[in-house]
């Protein structure tokens, strides 16, 4: 007679199943990420040398290479910082806007006004 615990035993072997297939597939798909992004390192520097050498980008396409994607040095930029960029940019321009209006009324203020006396003697 099975026991309950036999029972979810039983269960349980089939779920850690599943999980050892996934720690396996998530491990090759690592691995194959990386063994992408050094191959495509290596594309990019097999490609600036042949560029070097004087092949240019048009006959190296007409071989039928692909040029590699452009490598941008420094950090990646996140979301957060890009929207700090905006947020700031956005800041500038509301202070411009601001002080423009701010001077259309100096600027009405400090134009010449005839006094009452001298246009009603006119």
């Known amino acids: 007679m099975d026991t309950i ?9 089939e ?3 599943s999980i050892r297939d996934l720690e396996k ?3 090759e798909a690592s691995s194959a990420r990386d ?3 050094a191959a495509e390192s290596k594309l990019a520097d097999a490609w600036t040398a042949a560029t070097k050498a004087g092949w240019t980008v048009d ?6 290479i692909e040029q590699p ?14 929207r ?3 947020t700031k940019k956005r800041d500038v321009s509301t202070k411009k806007r601001d002080a423009s209006t701010e001077r259309e009324p100096a600027q009405a ?6 006094d009452d006396a001298e246009s009603s003697a006119q």
Not at 109 to 114: G, K
Request: aromatic share 2%; charged share 25%; glycine share 12%.
């Open 25 to 27: 597939y998530a491990q």
């Open 35 to 37: 063994a992408l992004r």
């Open 5 to 13: 615990t036999d029972r979810a035993q039983a269960l349980l072997q």
């Open 84 to 86: 700090g960029s905006a």
């Open 69 to 82: 994607g452009s490598r941008r040095g420094g950090r990646p930029r996140t979301a957060a910082s890009r």
């Open 59 to 64: 006959e190296l396409r007409k071989l039928g």
């Open 15 to 17: 779920r850690l199943g």
């Open 109 to 114: 203020a400090s134009a010449p006004v005839a």
